[in-house]
């Protein structure tokens, strides 16, 4: 019998070790300061496949889905599943993820070609 809180103990230095969407985030934005919109997609999509529920991971691969692959369509919908899923009672949290949010999004919408609708969300954020 293996001691308590020792069990499955050499089954947990074999799983890999899970990155934080915080770090995503940062290596993502450090390729899009630098204009290397591929590189930042490829990070997001690893990330989104880690945490595909993440609005920002989310609202970031949507636009750059629209922008890199050229897939509107799904980068519209993802954009707007991110501000649907995010969720907050903080005030201060919203107010800097709002503006996330509704940016990719109206990016997104200009690369649609529907003005109109993206200046809406560039309003709202």
């Not at 369509?73 to 995010?86: D, E, H, I, P, Q």
Request: charged share 25%.
């Amino acid at each position: 019998m293996e001691p308590i809180g020792t069990q499955g103990a050499e089954k947990q230095q074999d799983l890999p070790e899970v990155i934080p969407a915080v770090e995503y985030l940062k290596a993502a934005r450090v390729h899009l300061r630098s204009n290397r919109r591929k590189e930042a997609y490829s990070i997001l999509l690893q990330a989104n496949g880690i945490y595909p529920n993440h609005p920002v991971i989310l609202s970031y691969r949507g636009w750059l889905q629209a922008v890199v692959d050229k897939k509107h369509k799904s980068g519209l919908t993802a954009c707007r599943k991110a501000v649907v899923l995010f969720k907050t009672s903080d005030p201060d949290l919203a107010g800097r993820v709002f503006p996330i949010l509704y940016l990719n999004l109206g990016r997104t919408f200009l690369l649609t070609g529907k003005k109109r609708d993206a200046f809406d969300n560039f309003r709202k954020g």
